[in-house]
Each structure stands twice: as structure tokens, then as C-alpha cells.
């Protein structure tokens, strides 16, 4: 089992930043991918960003230029670095980590509200 928390969600102004992380504990080492999902009342949950063990990243497109991924293994880490924040940001951002058989983890889930 792999247990992730999600932490630095909160109230921000439209163009502002934050800077999401998740700390995994338990069998980290089955862990290949970690990212983060999004969902937004009364939407689907979406992919933001996910990064790979070996740190190749990919993004949703609205993502590219704003958001950055990173990784800290040695951690157990990832982090999600969130610029020029728009008001159609705000969601729950949930942390993932799938591992190498293809079971996918899900943290508890993080709130981020964009005020204009």
C-alpha cells in the first residue's frame, strides 16, 4: 500500500502562486509515475501534470508555461509549482502515484480557490 498527503492548497488572488506537495509513505519503491488530477464542481477530474521515476513530465496543455512538476524521490515527493493562477484553476487537487503493476494511489485531495 502507498498512503499520499497532499498539502499547500489555500486562497489565492487571480495571478498569484502556490505550490502544491505530497508526501508518500508505505511501498513507495512500487511508484513509477506521480502527478496531479483536478476536479472542479460540477466537472470531470482532469490530468494536470504527471512526471515519471526518471522525472519525463507531461501536461494539459492549459498547463504548459504556468505549472511545474517536480520530484524528490529521496523525499518521497512531488510538487506541484503553480504560476499566474486564473480563477478557472480553482478545484480540488487530488496527488496520484501509479505503480509498476498499474495500480493507481490517490491522496485525500487539496483545495485551491482562485479569487478575482
Known amino acids: 500500500q502507498v498512503q499520499l498527503v497532499e498539502s499547500g492548497g489555500g486562497l489565492v488572488q487571480a495571478g498569484g502562486s502556490l505550490r502544491l506537495s505530497c508526501a508518500a509513505s508505505?511501498?513507495?519503491?512500487?511508484?513509477?509515475?506521480m502527478g496531479w488530477y483536478r476536479q472542479a464542481p460540477g466537472k470531470q477530474r482532469e490530468l494536470v501534470a504527471e512526471i515519471s521515476r526518471g522525472s519525463v513530465t507531461n501536461y494539459a496543455d492549459s498547463m504548459i508555461g504556468r505549472f511545474t512538476i517536480s520530484r524528490d524521490n529521496s523525499k518521497k515527493s512531488v510538487y506541484l509549482q503553480m504560476n499566474g493562477l486564473k480563477r478557472e484553476d480553482t478545484a480540488v487537487y487530488y496527488c496520484?502515484?501509479?505503480?509498476?503493476?498499474?495500480?493507481?494511489?490517490w491522496g485525500q485531495g487539496t483545495q485551491v480557490t482562485v479569487t478575482v
Open positions: 496520484y502515484g501509479r505503480s509498476s503493476w498499474g495500480t493507481d494511489y
Open positions: 508505505g511501498r513507495f519503491f512500487s511508484i513509477n509515475t
